[in-house]
T-cell receptor, first 115, second 111 residues
Framework: EAQVTQNPRYLITVTGKKLTVTCSQNMNHEYMSWYRQDPGLGLRQIYYSMNVEVTDKGDVPEGYKVSRKEKRNFPLILESPSPNQTSLYFCASSGTVVGGDNEQFFGPGTRLTVL | KQEVTQIPAALSVPEGENLVLNCSFTDSAIYNLQWFRQDPGKGLTSLLLIQSSQREQTSGRLNASLDKSSGRSTLYIAASQPGDSATYLC??????????FGEGTQLTVNP
């Protein structure tokens, strides 16, 4: 089954404790992205990747890191989480052909609470 | 900077009614526009994708149109059902994997 998986689905942590949210897709997609969703602000892009070792900042990259060492995986790293990073996070992937006319597939979401 | 607006923010209709959700965007230089459905606490499910060269797409009771020059898209839902209750999001892609989302329309279909 074609899918985007994220782990963990729920996470409660404390300020300053490094964490990683994993994302994996099995569709051989070039493009992968991370979004956060907050009430009243909608979905905002954090980082995106156009291929292995190629990443770029989205609209709200501060406090986050990403890496793309393999095509299928795109982990989101919070080196020193703060309470304002409490949010619902989504990973997405798209595209087997460079060009941009590609449907986005989203993971199920990770609800993160930073105390 | 691309901005996406969805109107109305919330909509409540009786079962069986036809309805239209609106999406507007400020920069017409887009690759595509995609409509999603989101159920409470859940992920996004893609409903329809309209490429920049297309005018509309249809899937079952859903029809989405795109007028790129005026920066508008509509999602038409025919014969609405209670199971259609969800938040509907539109998003435009302006380059590889660069998506800008609207805040959504929360739809409630009453039995």
């Amino acid at each position: 089954e074609a899918q985007v998986t994220q782990n963990p689905r729920y996470l409660i942590t404390v300020t300053g404790k490094k964490l990683t949210v994993t994302c994996s897709q099995n569709m051989n997609h070039e493009y992968m992205s991370w979004y956060r969703q907050d009430p009243g602000l909608g979905l905002r892009q954090i980082y995106y990747s156009m291929n292995v070792e190629v990443t770029d900042k989205g609209d709200v990259p501060e406090g986050y890191k990403v890496s793309r060492k393999e095509k299928r995986n795109f982990p989101l790293i919070l080196e020193s989480p703060s309470p304002n990073q409490t949010s619902l996070y989504f990973c997405a992937s798209s595209g087997t052909v460079v060009g941009g006319d590609n449907e986005q597939f989203f993971g199920p979401g990770t609800r993160l609470t930073v105390l | 900077k691309q901005e996406v607006t969805q109107i109305p923010a919330a909509l409540s209709v009786p079962e069986g009614e036809n309805l239209v959700l609106n999406c507007s965007f400020t920069d017409s230089a887009i690759y595509n526009l995609q409509w999603f459905r989101q159920d409470p606490g859940k992920g996004l499910t893609s409903l329809l994708l309209i490429q920049s060269s297309q005018r509309e797409q249809t899937s079952g009771r859903l029809n989405a149109s795109l007028d790129k020059s005026s920066g508008r898209s509509t999602l038409y839902i025919a014969a609405s059902q209670p199971g259609d209750s969800a938040t509907y999001l539109c998003a435009v892609e302006t380059s590889g994997s660069r998506l800008t989302f609207g805040e959504g329309t929360q739809l409630t279909v009453n039995p």
